[in-house]
């Protein structure tokens, strides 16, 4: 019985030893191990979806064309929406159908890529984020004339609303 318990606390430590290890560098204590460079093209998920399975992906209405990264495979990759990804994800009218390089972190589970370094094709940085950052305007001022139960109206180019 004395050595089922002692068995047990040595158990119990090495869990939380390990536990702890796991987390010593933080969150992203363990990501240099998945680090990847992935060729692809940057596509809207909904619309390709849409066009594979028939999903009601309704780009237009809410989720504006999100982009994400069509592999050679086929293989769809949605990009995570922080610091580094959000201007790539906002970037549909710039960035549909481009061809790009992702440096990042996959996450297999959920179809997901986490960019740290992306290239794409003919198109710079800055024209990225101004891209994004008029879409972002766009974005909050139909949501905030949204009403319930609607979906949110979004200025068409040429609209005078549009800028």
């Not at 390990?18 to 240099?32: F, H, L, Q, R």
């Not at 990759?77 to 960035?95: E, K, T, V, Y």
């Amino acid at each position: 019985m004395a050595l089922f318990q002692v068995l047990g606390k040595l158990w119990l430590i090495a869990m939380l030893v390990t536990g702890v290890s796991a987390y010593a560098g933080g969150w992203d204590g363990n990501k240099g191990l998945s680090k990847i460079t992935v060729p692809g093209e940057l596509v809207c998920i909904g619309c390709s979806l849409k066009k594979l399975e028939g999903a009601n992906a309704q780009c237009s209405l809410f989720a504006q064309h999100t982009i994400g990264l069509r592999t050679a495979d086929g293989t769809l990759w949605s990009i995570i929406d922080n610091a580094q990804g959000h201007d790539i994800a906002r970037g549909h009218g710039l960035l549909d159908n481009k061809k790009a390089t992702i440096t990042g972190y996959l996450y297999p589970v959920a179809h997901m890529i986490e960019i740290e370094a992306i290239a794409v094709d003919g198109v710079d940085k800055k024209e990225i984020s101004r891209n994004a950052w008029k879409l972002d305007q766009k974005l909050g001022k139909a949501l905030l004339e949204r009403k319930a139960g609607e979906a949110p109206v979004f200025p068409q180019e040429g609209d005078s609303r549009a800028h």
